[in-house]
């Protein structure tokens, strides 16, 4: 399967279970930096201050559309990712495996990103006082399945 039919696949699933309007482009920003989810919730739980690194991961993605969007779509786009991602750590068993699974084969085709996720991987690792156990082991095992190199 090539990466834009399994991305418009999840993409389809993903939309349909979440009854979500979000156009493929947005929704490929959000697989792009669902690893970094998995950090944040990789001791099983996500607490208060841990709730700001995901604030933070949704500002960041929404970020990427700067140059696009007026101040108030920005807000709502972050809006919109930040309901996303509780939506995803409530529903992880779920979405874990299809989200990484495509991830993987995207990144397969295209070789030169897998740079820039071990880098968001590891810099929002690195965020929370430096990288415990936990985190450790799921840069680790996202690594191995992703295909980059750590």
């Known amino acids: 399967m090539s990466a834009n039919s399994a991305i418009n696949q999840l993409y389809k699933e993903y939309t349909d279970a979440n009854n979500i309007e979000i156009t493929e482009e947005k929704f490929n920003t959000l697989l792009m930096y669902f690893p970094c989810l998995l950090i944040v919730a990789s001791d099983g739980v996500v607490d208060d201050e841990e709730w700001v690194f995901v604030k933070y991961l949704s500002k960041f993605m929404s970020d990427a559309y700067k140059s696009d969007l ?39 085709e295209n070789d030169i990103e897998k740079d820039d996720v071990l880098e968001i991987l590891h810099l929002f690792a690195d965020a929370s006082d430096g990288v415990c156990e ?5 840069i680790e095992e996202i690594s191995d399945r992703l295909g980059l190199e750590s």
């Open 70 to 108: 007026t101040r108030s779509e920005l807000e709502n786009l972050q809006k919109l990712y930040f309901q996303e991602l509780e939506y995803l750590v409530k529903t992880l068993d779920k979405w874990k495996d299809p989200f990484l699974d495509t991830l993987a084969i995207y990144l397969n």
């Open 134 to 138: 936990d985190e450790e082991e799921a």
